[in-house]
């Protein structure tokens, strides 16, 4: 059984930092693509970040470009989001995902192409 857990939300200030980890279980960590998606109420689902099976392939949304910092430490089955330069506007429930299709010569931020979801984790930013 495949499990998917998120870590690392909470309130932050403006203009501050904040790191989200996941963890994956019941599937090879290694064979996966992984990706970090958000959504707040009456917005669509975004695909904020995406990574393939080494890391040497990420993708990020133009809104969190230059700011957040997708990485995974395979040994540690675990995915971060690093979030700099934190503003309200990324206030949002994130969510991590994994999949088997995406994950080897580049990533999607597509949450179509996930098939394991994590719970979400609450990011508040306040202003």
């Known amino acids: 059984q495949v499990q998917v857990v998120e870590s690392g939300g909470g309130l932050v200030q403006a203009g501050g930092s904040q790191r989200l980890s996941c963890t994956a279980s019941?599937?090879?960590?290694?064979?996966?693509?992984l990706g970090w998606f958000r959504q707040t109420p009456g917005m669509e689902r975004e695909g904020v970040a995406c990574i393939n099976w080494s890391g040497a392939y990420t993708r990020y949304a133009d809104s969190v470009m230059g700011r957040f910092t997708i990485s995974r430490d395979n040994a540690k089955k675990t995915l971060y989001l690093q979030m700099n330069s934190l503003k309200p506007g990324d206030t949002a429930i994130y969510y991590c995902?994994?999949?088997?299709?995406?994950?080897?010569?580049?990533?999607?931020?597509?949450?179509?192409?996930?098939?394991?979801w994590g719970q979400g984790t609450q990011v508040t930013v306040s202003s």
């Open positions: 019941g599937l090879t960590f290694d064979n996966v693509g």
């Open positions: 995902a994994a999949t088997r299709a995406h994950a080897y010569a580049s990533c999607s931020r597509s949450g179509t192409d996930y098939n394991y």
